[in-house]
């Protein structure tokens, strides 16, 4: 393994790692490791360039230590990237050279799975580190934790916006009705809520139908069904001039990771008088429910109840944000750059 690192300022580390024979070319990325070990998954994907793996990578460690300190956890930021064909059947070479560069790090980075890698990849990477979470048998799926604090920073969100954060007869739109969307669908049926869904695979959109009575639109109509709130939980940057120009939803409030396009969409959200419950503070649940059963040792019941928190969180965040005169993202960021700072 040939690994060379780069100097970014505002990183602890960052290194590309390159193994010939095994066809492996990753970066990990280190924001911080102030609050504990850098963790944050494995993103397996074909980049156009190096740069934009970099620029990726960089991006979602900073996301990472953000979204730990805000859920209070004792754990610092960071993600790792392989740049390639995530079909490619060659999975185990692969894999294994990811997890020799993780050893290098002596568990200064934790990673688990994320868009283009399942558990099987990252059990190839555990014949090689023990740095790795999120395994079969440990603390499994982190998508129904997720959904449940999605769920949970709805109910603040329309606490915030209509003075009730019951969900009773609320009319949700989901994008993505994946793994996240529709145990998302099963809480908001469960609360009474009227559900619009999407999904670009309509298997999965007509499953979340059948199953909880939704209605089912295209993906291009989402934004603008009449909805009180909109769910995205599918992709990032959906939050643009385009679909702004579309959205009927007053609360924005999902589980993808970096929705705003740009920080001026969240001004935009702000000035359009919606309320939008922050991307990494909504849905922190998987990372909570993984972090605390695999490292903490704590029982399902303690750690559902830190996922429920979740609420707390988003209240904090609005409060906070009325109190500084800004939107809620910045006060998100805020919040969690206070919490970096008091370290755990
Ligand atoms: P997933 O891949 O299981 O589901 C995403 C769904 O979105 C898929 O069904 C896909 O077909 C659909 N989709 C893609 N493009 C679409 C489009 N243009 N319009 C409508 N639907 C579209 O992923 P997931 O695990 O459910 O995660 C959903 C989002 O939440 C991702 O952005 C992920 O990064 C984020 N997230 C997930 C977790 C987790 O615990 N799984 C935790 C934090 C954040």
Known sequence: MNITEKK???????????????????????????????????RFWNYRSDDEALEDV?????GMTYKSALADLPLGGGKSVI???NKTADREKIFRAHGRFINTLNGQYIAGEDVGTSPEDMEFARKETTYVAGLHGLSGDPSPATARGVFRAMQAAAQHRWGSDELRNRTIAIQGCGHVGSFLARELHKAGARLIVTDIDPEKRNRVVS???????????IYSVPADIFAPCALGAIINDQTLAQLRAKVVCGAANNQLLEPRHGDLLEKQNRVYAPDYAANGGGIIHGCCIEMLG???????????????????????????GIPAYQAADRLAEQRVAMRV
Do not use: C, M, N
């Not at 960089?58 to 900073?62: G, K």
């Not at 704590?298 to 609420?311: L, N, R």
């Open 83 to 85: 740049i390639g064909d």
């Open 211 to 221: 199953e909880f009575g939704a209605s089912k639109v295209s993906p291009e109509e």
């Open 58 to 62: 960089l991006r979602l460690a900073r």
């Open 8 to 42: 970014i300022a505002g990183y602890e580390r960052v290194l590309l790692g390159e193994d010939k024979t095994a066809g492996y070319r990753g970066i990990i990325a280190i924001h911080s490791t102030v609050r504990g070990p850098a963790a944050g998954g494995t």
């Open 298 to 324: 704590w029982s399902q019941a303690a750690t559902a109840k830190k996922v429920d928190a979740i609420y707390d969180t988003i209240l904090d965040i609005f409060r906070l944000a009325k109190k500084e």
